[in-house]
């Protein structure tokens, strides 16, 4: 019996979280990358043989034409970019799974929504629940029954430990570990190398550790 062909996926962001979501979409062999988007200087270039294929003026039109589409923008101070083309994907009707790496455990138990992407090595245990469009990076861990919401991204290496919550829109640095049961409220910037031992409340702001 022939394979079926995979389904076409078109990209929304060429930066350098991009290069880190094409290796993981290449990997996994779900989806056929076809194009991205991204600024106006970038239309026609290539990136790692994908080609930029327009702007986000262009959106409506690309994406009529693509079975999915992944949000590929990536966040730190604020997710406004990523949930302004998470939502533009949402109103077009196309598929939007979750992408998971082969070099990543996501657990039968745990739940990822639609438009996120767990990076490489990175292990989201069992009873955890990641939200819509977010960004578990390469290394990080969501600990049993942690739970993630939506737009959030958990950068390289940071570890959350059981029962932590995380609200909308935060953002966790490098290396930063939370401790277990820890609450961090909606759109707070955690940098990297944090320690967190104690709740953060909505709009928190944490600045990276300097050894």
């Given at each position: 019996?022939?394979?079926?062909?995979?389904?076409?996926?078109?990209?929304?962001?060429?930066?350098?979280?991009?290069?880190?979501?094409i290796?993981?979409?290449?990997?996994?062999?779900?989806y056929?990358?076809?194009g991205?988007?991204?600024?106006?200087?970038?239309?026609?270039?290539?990136?790692?043989?994908?080609?930029?294929?327009?702007?986000?003026?262009?959106?409506?039109?690309?994406?009529?034409?693509?079975?999915?589409?992944?949000?590929?923008?990536?966040?730190i101070?604020?997710?406004?970019?990523?949930?302004?083309?998470?939502?533009?994907?949402?109103?077009?009707?196309?598929?939007?799974?979750?992408?998971v790496?082969?070099?990543?455990?996501?657990s039968?138990?745990?739940?990822?929504?639609?438009?996120?992407?767990?990076?490489?090595?990175?292990?989201?245990?069992?009873?955890?629940?990641?939200?819509?469009n977010?960004?578990?990076?390469?290394?990080?861990?969501?600990?049993?029954?942690?739970?993630?919401?939506?737009?959030?991204?958990?950068?390289?290496?940071?570890?959350?430990?059981?029962?932590?919550?995380?609200?909308?829109?935060?953002?966790?640095?490098?290396?930063?570990?939370?401790?277990?049961?820890?609450?961090?409220?909606e759109?707070?910037?955690?940098?990297?190398?944090?320690?967190?031992?104690?709740?953060?409340e909505?709009?928190?702001?944490?600045p990276?550790?300097?050894?």
């Amino acid at each position: 019996m022939r394979t079926p062909a995979p389904e076409s996926i078109l990209l929304l962001g060429a930066g350098g979280h991009a290069r880190a979501c094409i290796d993981v979409i290449e990997q996994e062999g779900r989806y056929r990358i076809s194009g991205l988007t991204g600024l106006a200087a970038e239309v026609g270039s290539m990136l790692y043989g994908y080609r930029v294929l327009g702007t986000d003026a262009d959106l409506a039109t690309l994406l009529a034409s693509h079975a999915a589409a992944l949000v590929t923008v990536g966040q730190i101070t604020s997710p406004a970019v990523r949930i302004r083309l998470f939502e533009a994907i949402e109103r077009s009707g196309r598929e939007q799974e979750c992408i998971v790496s082969p070099r990543a455990y996501v657990s039968p138990h745990a739940r990822v929504g639609a438009g996120s992407i767990i990076m490489h090595g990175a292990v989201v245990n069992a009873g955890a629940v990641v939200g819509r469009n977010c960004i578990v990076n390469s290394l990080a861990l969501v600990e049993h029954d942690a739970q993630v919401g939506d737009h959030c991204h958990l950068s390289t290496n940071a570890a959350l430990n059981s029962a932590v919550r995380v609200g909308a829109g935060s953002f966790i640095g490098s290396g930063t570990s939370v401790r277990q049961q820890i609450t961090i409220g909606e759109r707070c910037v955690i940098g990297m190398g944090q320690f967190v031992v104690s709740d953060c409340e909505n709009g928190a702001w944490l600045p990276p550790v300097k050894r």
